[in-house]
């Protein structure tokens, strides 16, 4: 089996939060949106539907530890969870926090402006606290 | 408890498909995209992390099956699956076909340009076949 690899797009476009047990956890550097990109560490995959049943139930609890904790950030009124890949065919789901006065709203937010970078230091510090976030949430759950 | 009732909006931008064990499936009224919505029965609920385990881990089935269906299709390269709900709360899942010469590729479907109906008969016709697929596909895997 080959080895997986992330994607260098979503390198690129990220920041690293965290590794879970399927998957590595992004933030998409647009300090605009709370924005993970949850990446199930499985080569060659580009559906969902291609995950095995263990794995898939695996990234269910990683994509709904993730999902709690966007929504518990301030202002968050709605989580949209969505698997896209026509431009990045690595198997990836978006996680993103939205609320009334975000600048893409109501709309989605893919391709709907350039993003806005953090300054620096500042996205580093929110992916470190994101990740402690996400992780004590799925080790409450393991208890 | 209160009853599960579609939401107005849902039932005015779709046709019924098929009920499963979980959701209502509909099938949006764009003749462009083969383009499904799964709607759990459940009420009151607008996030997918708010699904009971059992519930969850049925729906992945039935997005899985729905997903299946709309990649056999003529054409289709990538599914998109996506709960957004910024502007219909209640808890629904899109599953999207896509290729790269539909109208929005390879940008999302949602808030790209007006639907464009099907003509009288031929979206019924559609939600019918698709519906028997779906239903025969989870019928396979519960053999």
Redesign the interface.
């Known amino acids: 089996m080959s080895e997986f690899r992330l994607h260098p797009t979503l390198a690129a476009d990220t920041l690293s939060v965290t590794t879970l047990a399927l998957s590595q956890v992004l933030l998409m550097n647009d300090e605009r949106y709370p924005w993970l990109i949850i990446v199930p560490q499985r080569p060659a995959l580009?559906?969902?539907?291609q995950l095995k049943s263990g794995d898939?139930?695996q990234l269910?609890r990683e994509?709904?530890a993730a999902?709690?904790v966007l929504?518990t950030q301030p202002l968050m009124s709605?989580?949209?969870?969505?698997?896209?890949?026509?431009?990045v065919p690595q198997l990836h789901v978006h996680v993103v926090g939205?609320h009334a006065a975000d600048p893409a709203?109501?709309?989605?937010v893919?391709?709907h402006s350039a993003p806005v970078p953090y300054a620096p230091g500042e996205g580093v510090e929110r992916a470190r606290r994101l990740g402690e976030e996400i992780l004590g949430r799925l080790a409450k759950r393991d208890r």
């Open positions: 580009t559906e969902l539907y898939r139930q269910m994509l709904d999902s709690q929504h709605k989580i949209n969870v969505a698997s896209l890949g026509n431009l939205r709203w109501p709309g989605p893919w391709g």
